[in-house]
């Protein structure tokens, strides 16, 4: 195996608190699916974040164009 250099990253912390049986069917669908709780909601937290970005994203760039068409027709 290749030994790869990697950049620090900085890692920072945040907390969530969860109901007991949420906890529970976290704990239940981790160990069945043999990764651990805190992988598993980082690898979904991404998921979302990213795909939330993406359209928040696409939204403003949408609008954006459509504010410069807005202004080239005004224009003729």
């Known amino acids: 195996m290749t030994?790869?250099?990697r950049k620090p990253t900085t890692?920072?912390?945040r907390a969530i608190s969860l109901s007991?049986?949420?906890d529970g069917d976290l704990v239940e669908l981790c160990e069945y699916l043999g990764i651990s709780t805190h992988a598993y909601l980082v690898s979904e937290a991404a998921k979302a974040i990213q795909?939330?970005?993406l359209t928040f994203?696409?939204?403003n760039s949408m609008e954006q164009m459509t504010e410069q068409f807005?202004?080239?027709a005004e224009q003729e």
């Open 3 to 5: 030994d790869v250099k």
């Open 11 to 13: 890692k920072i912390k």
């Open 20 to 22: 007991a049986k949420l």
């Open 51 to 53: 795909r939330d970005r």
């Open 57 to 59: 994203l696409a939204k």
């Open 70 to 72: 807005r202004k080239l």
